[in-house]
Each structure stands twice: as structure tokens, then as C-alpha cells.
Nanobody
Framework: QVQLVESGGGLVQAGDSLRLSCAPS????????MGWFRQAPGKEREFVAA????????GYADSVKGRFTVSRDNAKNTVYLQMNRLKPEDTAVYYC????????????????????WGQGTQVTVSS
């Protein structure tokens, strides 16, 4: 069982930046593709960004493309979500997720395909 721990959320103003981190509580990230999702109050969970196991391939929701960057440091067992030019509509609880994979080039948008989830970290962007 992989336990994921997110950190880095907080309250910021529109236009500011935040960097979220996600790390497993004990096991390594080897052979796991990673994703970031978010859920705003009263809304369904939505895909934000994802990265392949190798880190060589990434994908983004249209709403964050050009503003958010997902990356990973497998040596540190950490995945990051750099969020720039934040908007009030980015306010949500952000979750990281891990999916076991057999090879390193794919990323995944479907939240239902992930095996493990973190508890989430709150990001609030004021106008």
C-alpha cells in the first residue's frame, strides 16, 4: 500500500505562485506514473496534470496549460506541481495520485485508473 502525502498548499492572491509536492510515506515511486487532480466545492474532481514514470512525458488540462508545470525527481521520490499566475478559479483541494505501470513513457488523465491517492492539500486563491 502506497501512502501519498501532499504539501505546499496555502492561501495566495491572484497572480501568485505555489509549488505543491507529493511524496510517498515509505515506498519508492519507481514504476509509478503520477497525476494531479483537484476538486472545488460543489464540483467533481478534475484532472490537472500528469507525468510519466520516466518524467519524459507530461499532460495538462486546458485550463492550466501554460501556467502549471508537473515534474518529478525520482531520486528524491517527489513529484511537484508548479502553479504560476494563479486564478481564483484554481481554488480547490489538490490531490496527487499514483498508478503502477510496466513502462515509463505514458501519463494518464483518467482518475479512475490510478491506484493510490493522497489526502489532498488546500489551495485558495483570493481575487
Amino acid at each position: 500500500q502506497v501512502q501519498l502525502v501532499e504539501s505546499g498548499g496555502g492561501l495566495v492572491q491572484a497572480g501568485d505562485s505555489l509549488r505543491l509536492s507529493c511524496a510517498p510515506s515509505e515506498r519508492t515511486f519507481s514504476n509509478y506514473a503520477m497525476g494531479w487532480f483537484r476538486q472545488a466545492p460543489g464540483k467533481e474532481r478534475e484532472f490537472v496534470a500528469a507525468i510519466s514514470w520516466s518524467g519524459g512525458n507530461t499532460g495538462y488540462a486546458d485550463s492550466v496549460k501554460g501556467r502549471f508545470t508537473v515534474s518529478r525527481d525520482n531520486a528524491k521520490n517527489t513529484v511537484y506541481l508548479q502553479m504560476n499566475r494563479l486564478k481564483p478559479e484554481d481554488t480547490a483541494v489538490y490531490y496527487c495520485a499514483a498508478r503502477s505501470v510496466a513502462y515509463g513513457s505514458s501519463w494518464f488523465q483518467d482518475g479512475g485508473s490510478y491506484d493510490y491517492w493522497g489526502q489532498g492539500t488546500q489551495v485558495t486563491v483570493s481575487s
